[in-house]
């Protein structure tokens, strides 16, 4: 009972420290002087973390209570999405999960116009797979669709199940190649999805808007093609929408986790990859594009907490965003629904699109 008083105090007075200091976020060094006195002064179970969050835009103060929500237990848990299906057991659902995007993909490329394996890049990982409509000569949309997998699995040749509802429908679909880990790093791949989104409005002149899609991983990376400066690219793109499924927006937490092991990712990786960092104020132009961020149901609460505060962010920096929670569905069938024309996803894309 002790023990627990003192966290609770503890946890008390951090919280009132973080809101003061974040008040103040130019005085950082005073900040760390006071939570570091604060920190030698409570139980070992409830140390204080201290991170700096910085973007062009501002830089704050977080606190990080490491016990009893934070342990690296706990982290490793929260960022693991197969221990929360309500399907299957954690094993069973990733084996389905690569199985059904297989298959979908199979049965897309058996009945659709495909350029498969088009190169955007020197690298073998900058291809891309297209799934044209039945009469590409006109204007049609594109959704660029990129995959998941923790930047370490799955690939475009598993990325076309997204496209029969949406290729009936006149929408050209394009699914994203680029290098994972170990191959890739993260500022490698960040920078070949802007690459793909510039090659691609450079080849079809004819496009009548793009369409961001990406699940998990690729949802954190389509966060990273929203607020790309594109003089760099020598490009404009019309990008008109972004669908974000059950991604991650601040990569902070993925350090403490196994899913760091392979990617090497460094604290300033992390800040300068965290798309809730680097929300810039909307533009006349980022304003026309309408974002959708969606979560499923049985994704963890971190998974949940993340998409809530880059829709916070979003929000209030004046974009055009809203947030989807698709219920009864997990992690992995929230993306997997893509291939049929009557999942709430499926439609909320389509009516999107149809409005622009």
Request: aromatic letters at 10%; charged letters at 15%.
């Amino acid at each position: 009972m002790l023990l627990l008083g003192l966290i609770m105090v503890s946890a008390s007075l951090g919280y009132v420290i973080a809101r003061a200091c974040s008040l103040f976020a130019n005085y950082t060094a005073a900040w760390q002087v006071v939570a570091e006195a604060v920190s030698t002064h409570l139980p070992p179970s409830a140390q204080l973390g201290l991170q700096y969050a910085r973007s062009d835009a501002f830089c704050f103060p977080r606190l990080i209570m490491l016990s009893p929500r934070n342990t690296s237990f706990e982290l490793e848990k929260q960022y693991a999405p197969s221990r929360w299906s309500h399907r299957m057991d954690k094993e069973v659902v990733i084996e389905a999960h690569v199985r059904a995007v297989t298959e979908g993909t199979r049965r897309a490329q058996a009945t659709m116009q495909t350029l498969l394996h088009v190169p955007y890049g020197g690298s073998d990982g900058e291809k891309l797979d297209i799934y044209l409509p039945t009469d590409p000569s006109g204007a049609f949309p594109l959704v660029l669709y990129i995959h998941g997998g923790y930047w370490q699995f799955l690939s475009k040749e598993v990325s076309g199940f997204i496209a029969p509802p949406l290729v009936t429908q006149g929408i050209a679909v394009v699914a994203v190649g680029y290098d994972v880990v170990p191959k890739g790093h993260l500022d490698v791949m960040v920078a070949q999805v802007r690459r793909s989104v510039a090659f691609i409005v450079q080849q079809y002149s004819k496009i009548s808007g793009v369409y961001l899609c990406g699940h998990s991983a690729g949802a954190h990376l389509a966060a990273m093609v929203l607020s790309t400066d594109w003089e760099e690219y020598g490009v404009t793109p019309d990008i008109k929408g972004a669908f974000l499924v059950s991604g991650v927006y601040d990569l902070e937490p993925i350090m403490h986790t196994s899913v760091n092991n392979l990617l090497h990712m460094s604290r300033e990786v992390a800040w300068r990859n965290s798309p809730v960092l680097g929300v810039t104020a909307a533009t006349p132009a980022r304003k026309a594009c309408e974002v959708l961020i969606a979560v499923a149901q049985h994704d963890s609460p971190e998974f949940h907490r993340q998409s809530q505060e880059y829709f916070q962010a979003l929000r209030s920096a004046g974009w055009r965003v809203s947030l989807l929670d698709i219920a009864d569905t997990d992690h992995f069938d929230v993306i997997e629904k893509l291939s049929q024309g009557g999942y709430i996803l499926t439609q909320v894309i389509l009516n999107m699109i149809s409005r622009a």
